[in-house]
């Protein structure tokens, strides 16, 4: 907010220097971003007196004009201006001078008379939007003057918290300043002479939601007379960062920047009349359909949960953010309707984010409003206008809500103050601070309660007697709420720096376990074995889960970590299709990344990704898990002088779930088939377990799902794991096994089985039935063909036995292969090879 402060010394005595106060600004919460000199720009333009006017004697339309500026000889200036004559004192810009926009102005001829500077419009100084004129200085302005040292002003730009409306205005920040420098802050006078027909005779005003507008008060103006505003109200506002229009608007302006009270003013005269010939006014949401031309001449569509200002015939304004242009108030304007309400602000932030319209009066609404200013906005900005424009202000005012809530009491314990602080003012201390922003206060009523919390639920505790006081919040305060909020104002007034700094003289506490410590150990495990972290956005479209069909349950066999198979989460407001549901799983969005990489020429991808799946639970709350998910495609490897390039397969998915296991310590995984289809290749996925630390399915994309993505890799690898301890966890220590005295004896096996045996039936009897002595056991072939016969296969184990306290004999190895193969030809009808 830009704080002009001369403008400012109408509500308080500046007793700073603006450097001085910009500090003290910032050091009560209010950062002063920017110090500006306004009217610097003005170089060398100084205050003249118009000695002659006459014709220029070669050209109609120009002047030759003499003008004295102080001592010296008068100047022979040309100038194109009709409103000037002889006595007048204008600006002077001297030859060598610097206007605004980086204007020079020299000694020039013009049509063979030589012009020894320029006489100033408002408008080219900026102080004024008058450019059709020269700009006419009261009589007594001093000649020769310099116009920066006569109109020239500081201006703060002061960053106003959003928990401060009420400090958005010249008025709220005078409170600060006088709270900074002990100077009295005065509110401006509310003149307002009634000299007009009843209110209730000529307008009416109906509000059919009192929660989206609490308050609506009306006034009227009748017999304006439309023209600019005093010329120090348009340097204000233009020093304010706003545009002077007119009087009567800028009335509006003036008392928002004043009192920070958003008003707007409607042309009665193109307001729909009753059946009693009122004006009639209707707060309301939008209908289907309707539209309306704001005052920046867009024609707008407005949605029905938009609150509107309307008549009979329809839609004026968008309440709180900008007004309509067949309402505006132009120079026909003769009677005119001041609006001054309180409407909700959530409705009023969400209405201005819709139509991309952030105005100065939505900024205000959004941050809430005073009730009582509704009334006093009304009353000024209707004195305002009958002092600029003229008129007779209708007696009284259309009122909806008349009743003004009075001061709210907020308990603190100046004990509990201390210690939230690290200070030790006593009571008396405290009240004096709060004295200083028109907060008094006095000793609790015996029995009351203490709020400490006010979001999402009232919390509040007991007090002893004597121990609370009593903080009476003036209305224009809400954002002091709890008791917290009383001490934040005590060491704000106090002052941030009085606060000595103490070093906590509390034990440290003991070293916790990293709960990223899993994620962390998979992360660096994956990348040593070639594989490329990404991280992709959750939100996703919508056709992605439908495409591709993940079955988000296959990996509840690790407890905790359990998904839920309900409908996709749907952003409310996304910002577009291709981010509108969070995911269900996250080999889609791998998936993705494949596809960008192919486009990029890049077709030899091994990437992975720990991220989380969503859905919505069976009482339609959101669901949450953790998923470790990789996927490979292309080649492996590029070739080697020992070895050519080859192509990812299944072994290499199963390889890196092999992995994981070992990082975390899980037992070996098994692999049984998974033969659903789709997304996985049938008979070529997996459903792996590694005891109940790790789960979920691997194998091959099925043909359908990649043509859906418009891959053009022939073979992909994917998987989806679900991993205990991958929300939040630990890896298990390490623990050495000593290296055995005896050395272990390996014995391929190699078993003929049926065609439709699975690999992993046989591994599981092996190890089911191998004896104590049995210290792995692992495929390491698989044949058909000649001599097997059709629909047989032969799988080749290799298995490794050892025992701690001997070295054992071959007959004892020859014997356990024996157990081996008699236990797999019991369960699948194997034979030996041989």
Known sequence: MR???????????????????????????????????WGSEWRNVVVGELLTVEKHPRADRLSLTTVRVGAGEPLQIVCGATNIAPGQRVPVALPGALLPGNRAIERTEKMGVVSNGMLCSGDELRLSVDGEGILILPAGTPLGAALTDLYGDWVLDV????????????????????????????????????????????????????????????????????????????RRLLAAGMRPVSNVVDATNYAMLELGKPTHAF???????????????????????????????????????TLLIADANGPLAIAGVMGGAASEVAESTVDVIIESAVFDPVSIRRTAFRYALRSEASLRFEKGQESRLARIGADRVAGLIATWAGGSVAAGRIDTAPDEAGP????????????????SLDPDAQAALLARVGIESEPATAGSNVLIAADPTLHDVAVGPGEAREAIVPSWRRDLIVEADIAEEIVRLAGYETVSGKTPDTSMPHVRPNPLELRDGLRHALAAAGLVEVVTPALVPASQAAALGWPVRAADGVPGEQAVDGPVVTVTNPLSERHSVLRRGVVGSLLDV????????????????????????????????????FLLAGSAGPPAWNRPARPFDLDDAKGVVDLVGHVLGLPEPLFTLHADGAPLHPGRAALAMAGQGCAGLVGELHPSIGAAWDLRAERVFVAELAIAGLAGGQLA????????????HERDIALVVPESVAAADVLATLRAAGGTTLRRVGLFDIYRGTPLAAGEKSLAWRAVFAAEDRALADDEVDAEVGRLVAATASAHGSRLRT
């Open 408 to 423: 709210a009491r907020v308990g603190y314990r100046p004990a509990r103050v201390n210690r939230l602080l690290g200070t």
């Open 159 to 234: 960053d106003v918290k959003p928990n401060r409306g009420d400090a958005l205005c010249l008025v709220g920040l005078a409170r600060e300043v006088a709270a900074a420098t002990g100077a009295s802050a005065r509110f401006p006078e509310v003149g307002l002479t009634e000299d007009g027909a009843p209110i209730d005779q000529v307008l009416a005003v109906h509000v059919e939601d009192p929660g989206l507008c609490p308050r609506f008060v009306g006034r009227m103006v009748r017999g304006v007379g439309v023209a600019p505003s005093p010329q120090d109200v348009q």
């Open 594 to 629: 494949l596809a960008l990489n192919e486009r990029h020429g890049r077709a030899d991808v091994a990437i992975f990704e720990i991220g989380k799946g969503y859905a919505q639970a069976p009482d339609g709350s959101p669901a949450e898990w953790w998923r470790l998910a």
């Open 733 to 744: 220590p390490v623990r050495v096994v000593p290296i055995g005295r005896f050395p272990p």
């Open 267 to 305: 042309d009665a005269g193109a307001v729909a009349r009753d059946a009693s010939g009122r004006a009639g006014l209707l707060v309301r949401t939008a209908g289907a359909g309707e539209r309306l031309e704001t005052l920046d001449h867009v024609e707008r569509s407005l949605s029905e949960e």
């Open 3 to 37: 704080v002009p402060l001369d403008w400012l010394r109408d509500y308080v005595d500046l007793q700073l220097d603006p450097e001085a106060l910009a500090e003290r600004l910032t050091l009560l919460g209010f950062e002063v971003k920017g110090l500006e000199r």
